[in-house]
C-alpha cells in the first residue's frame, strides 16, 4: 500500500466482507504508526475473531497464519482486543474447552475397541492401535500410533527428535517434535515408526473452539518450532495448522489444565527432506 493514506486504506480493508481483504489488512498493520495500530486492534481482533469462527477451515488457517505473521506486541494488542461476548464468542467455553483440550482428532468416529484401524491422510499411512491380544485388559488408544513413512523423512524426522540439546538451547524444556518410541523396517524403501500420541487437539481444532485462548503463546512457539527446524537444516514439508499438535498439562484429577499456555509439538514429518542450508 502507499504510504499516503495508508492507515484509512488498511482501516477500510479490515471493515471488508471479503476474507482474503481483512487478511492482507491484517498483515499490513505493522507498517502502520503505532498510535493507529493501537487504534485498529480491535477491528483486526473482530476480523481474526470472524475467520476463526466463520466454519470455513481454511479460512481459519489462514487467519491463523495472519495472525503469526505480526511482530509479537503488534499480536498482544490484536489478542487484547479479542471479542468474548456475543456473536463473536468462542462457541466453546468452560469445561467445554477443557473437553476440546483433552481430545485428540485421532479417533473420530471410532467407537468400541478395536486391534489396528488406518487413519485417513492423503499422503502416508497412519495405524492406530487400540486392543493388545496378549493382554486383553491393557489398551494403547491414545498411547501409541504407528506412522508408516518413508526412509527419507523418517532420517530428519529422527534427526529433530534427538536433537536435545538443540531445543533447550533455543528455550524448550521440552523436545517439541512428535515423539518416536520405536521404529521397524517397512515394506519397500519405508519405516514402521512407532510415535506417542500428543493428547490433544491440533493448533486449527483449538482455535476454532477457543478462538484467542493462549493463541498468542501458541503461534509464537510454533514459529520458534519452525526457526529451529531451519536452523537444523530441516524442512518440515507442509507446516498447516492441522501438523502442529497441542498438550495441556493436567491438574490432579487428570483433566487438563486449560489456565496455562500448552506445550506445542510439530508433527507428521512424512514429508520432510534436508533443507540444503547449514
Avoid at 466454519?55 to 503488534?74: Q, V
Avoid at 485428540?104 to 486391534?115: A, H, P, Q, S
Wanted: hydrophobic residues 40%.
Amino acid at each position: 500500500l502507499p504510504e499516503e493514506g495508508r492507515t484509512a486504506h488498511v482501516e477500510t480493508a479490515l471493515a471488508d466482507d471479503a476474507w482474503p481483504v481483512r487478511r492482507e489488512a491484517i498483515r499490513a498493520l505493522p507498517s502502520l504508526p503505532e498510535a493507529e495500530r493501537l487504534r485498529l486492534a480491535p477491528a483486526a481482533a473482530k476480523a481474526v475473531s470472524a475467520a476463526l469462527f466463520g466454519g470455513d477451515p481454511e479460512d481459519l488457517k489462514e487467519a491463523i497464519r495472519a495472525f503469526r505473521s505480526l511482530p509479537g506486541a503488534d499480536r498482544a494488542l490484536v489478542a487484547a482486543e479479542a471479542p468474548v461476548s456475543g456473536s463473536d464468542a468462542p462457541p466453546a467455553g468452560g469445561d467445554g474447552l477443557a473437553a476440546v483440550a483433552g481430545r485428540t482428532r485421532l479417533y473420530g468416529g471410532l467407537e468400541g475397541r478395536f486391534f489396528r484401524e488406518g487413519f485417513a491422510k492423503t499422503d502416508s499411512g497412519t495405524t492406530l492401535l487400540d486392543a493388545v491380544p496378549t493382554e486383553p485388559g491393557m489398551s494403547l488408544r491414545d498411547r501409541v500410533i504407528v506412522r508408516h513413512i518413508g526412509i527419507r523423512p523418517f532420517l530428519e524426522w529422527e534427526r529433530a527428535f534427538r536433537a536435545a540439546d538443540f531445543w533447550r538451547s533455543k528455550g524448550f524444556d521440552y523436545v517439541p517434535i512428535e515423539p518416536i518410541v520405536g521404529v521397524g523396517a517397512g515394506e519397500g524403501l519405508t519405516a514402521d515408526v512407532a510415535t506417542r500420541v500428543v493428547p490433544g487437539p491440533t493448533v486449527a481444532g483449538w482455535a476454532a473452539a477457543a478462538g484467542f485462548t493462549h493463541l498468542d503463546r501458541i503461534v509464537d512457539t510454533q514459529r520458534r518450532i519452525m526457526e529451529g527446524l531451519e536452523e537444523l537444516g530441516i524442512e518440515h514439508g507442509h507446516p498447516h495448522e492441522d501438523n502442529f499438535v497441542l498438550a495441556f498439562d493436567r491438574d490432579g484429577e487428570g483433566r487438563p489444565d486449560i489456565s496455562r499456555p500448552p506445550r506445542v509439538y510439530a508433527i507428521d514429518f512424512d514429508m520432510a527432506a534436508p533443507s540444503g542450508k547449514p
